[in-house]
Each structure stands twice: as C-alpha cells, then as structure tokens.
C-alpha cells in the first residue's frame, strides 16, 4: 500500500469507530427489540445486555481494524493505541507521518 492509499484507510478506519460509538443511541434499541422479540418472557431482563455485548463487540472489532494496520514505510503496527484508537497521525515505530 502506498503511502497516501495508507492514511486514507486509517482515516476511514477510525471514521468507522467514530461513527459506531453514537450508533449505539440507534442500533442498542434495535438490538434490545429483536432480543425481547427471541428471549423467552422469563430472561427479558437479558435484553439490553445482550444489545451491549454485541455493540461493544462489533467497537472491539472495529478498533482492532486500527491497530493491526501495518505501517506502509517499515511493516511493523503503526498505531498504539489500546482502547480508543483516534489518534492516527503517524506510526508509533518508525515515526511516518501524514504529511498533507
């Protein structure tokens, strides 16, 4: 991948979390309706934790989408981030940067 093709990409990466973090205010209800809809009346109480564990699933996969990008320069994960990955301005390692 070339080096704009690769900031490009994180930038739409991290949009992608960025937009699935205020999802949850949409997809947690839809989520917490199809849950009601399929738990037996005696677990519905499972419901919205079970909205949850899917939506902070789908986050987890999402931000793993981040930090596993291999940086174009040297090959080695370019973003350290643990828990919130925004920060997608250069490569932890060999210090790449997007320069536009």
């Known amino acids: 991948m070339d080096r704009e093709g ?5 930038k739409r990466r991290r ?6 973090i205020p999802a949850w205010l949409v997809v947690g209800l839809v989520l917490v309706a199809l849950f009601k809809a399929i738990l037996p009346s005696d677990k519905l109480s499972l419901a919205p934790m079970l909205a949850l564990a899917v939506w902070f699933g789908i986050f987890m996969y999402l931000r793993e989408r981040i930090v596993s990008m291999r940086c174009y320069r040297c090959g080695e994960r370019a973003f350290a981030q643990i828990w919130f990955p925004l920060n997608v301005s250069k490569c932890k390692h060999c210090g790449a940067a997007n320069e536009t």
């Open 15 to 20: 949009n992608h979390v960025l937009l699935w």
């Open 6 to 10: 690769f900031w490009l990409e994180a």
